[in-house]
């Protein structure tokens, strides 16, 4: 990894850690992670349209509808689009619910489309649901940033040449001299 990429990559670290840091209510994890999201699927569409910006800024889109573009602009995986259609339809209870409770099904709806790294974050979560619903949230959330992350910066996803490739690639070419009899 490069400088360049590393300072990138910390950079999307800090982002998320001022959007999401050390929240512990889950109503408010679940708020903040929707929230710094739909910054992250605004900056994608920004990135992969030719003029995203006029989208974003003048299309009065909600979050549905850029997960929706996002999706067809293959910015995204299907395991991430489908928690994040679970994350943005529990931010709605959340939003229009007084009382509402984050339960294990809610974060089983958002972590599940995740397969085995689910799995994973269920058996290090050992039965903690605030800890479980945190390790869905980072893993989403840092899917997303490092997938922002590459689109801005697609020079960082091109294939590095070896050194030995290098060196065959700098070296003089020879041509053939033909030898004239006179």
Known sequence: MDNLEELGKKKEFEKFQQ??????????????????????????????????????????????QKLVLAEALECLSDPIVSSLRNLNKLRNQCAHELHKKITEGDITRIGSPLGKNFTRFKRDAKFDEAALLRKVVDYICGYISATCFGVEHPELNEPKATEAEKRITSRPTRTAHKRTSG
Do not use: C, Q, T, W
Not at 32 to 57: M, Q, T, Y
């Open 19 to 64: 959007a999401i840091g050390a929240e512990k209510d889950p109503i408010m994890l679940i708020l903040r992670a929707h929230l710094f999201s739909e910054n992250l699927l605004e900056r994608l569409i920004n990135f992969r349209l030719p003029r995203g910006d006029k989208v974003i800024e003048n299309g009065n889109l909600n979050y549905h």
